[in-house]
């Protein structure tokens, strides 16, 4: 019951660091414009820590490597904590490598699962919430649009989009602990 409790208050501890990362791994990724307010806030928050990480690590592209490299170390510390520091410490850095990927994959799923919402619903469009949930989300569905039909008035392309990630999801962290040898 403890450690339940536990491992539930370190990963709600890392979910908000890990959540912050992820928006600034995937922003720049969907040319999200940096005057929205919470593009804008993401930024702040992370340019303390990666700009002295970005004098030894280059971008490639749009993608911050120091950012992912962050994003990494933080779920490698996370699932240090979750195993209580007493695992091999070869294992920390790879179960922090299934961790960040699954976190990443079960995030585009919840963001999938809001852009399929905000496609039944209709929000206010002004919203930087909806703005970025479309950014990401979109090119995802629209990879699946063209070969699934629409089903009366409903778009499928969401749910094939997070059938494609939650299998994804097994399949790389199977792979991963299977070339760890745990």
Avoid: H, K
């Avoid at 971008?59 to 994003?71: D, E, G, H, K, Y």
């Avoid at 094939?160 to 991963?176: D, E, H």
């Amino acid at each position: 019951m403890g450690w339940t409790v536990y491992g539930v208050l370190i990963q709600f501890l890392f979910w908000i660091p890990l959540t912050i990362m992820f928006f600034r791994i995937v922003l720049p990724l969907v040319r999200a414009p940096f005057s929205d307010p919470l593009v804008g806030w993401v930024y702040s928050v992370t340019n303390p820590l990666l700009r002295p990480v970005e004098r030894f690590v280059p971008r490639w592209r749009n993608l911050s490597l120091a950012a992912v490299l962050m994003f990494w170390l933080i779920a490698s510390v996370e699932y240090a904590l979750l195993l209580r520091l007493a695992g091999p410490a070869l294992l920390w850095p790879i179960g922090g490598l299934a961790s960040a990927i699954s976190f990443a994959l079960g995030f585009m799923m919840a963001l999938i699962f809001l852009y399929a919402l905000f496609s039944l619903f209709q929000p206010r469009e002004g919203s930087s919430v909806v703005f970025l949930t479309q950014r990401i989300a979109a090119p995802m569905c629209n990879v699946f649009r063209r070969w699934l039909p629409l089903i009366g008035p409903f778009d499928m392309s969401p749910a094939a989009a997070m059938l494609v990630l939650m299998l994804a999801r097994l399949v790389l962290q199977w792979l991963i602990f299977q070339l760890s040898g745990v």
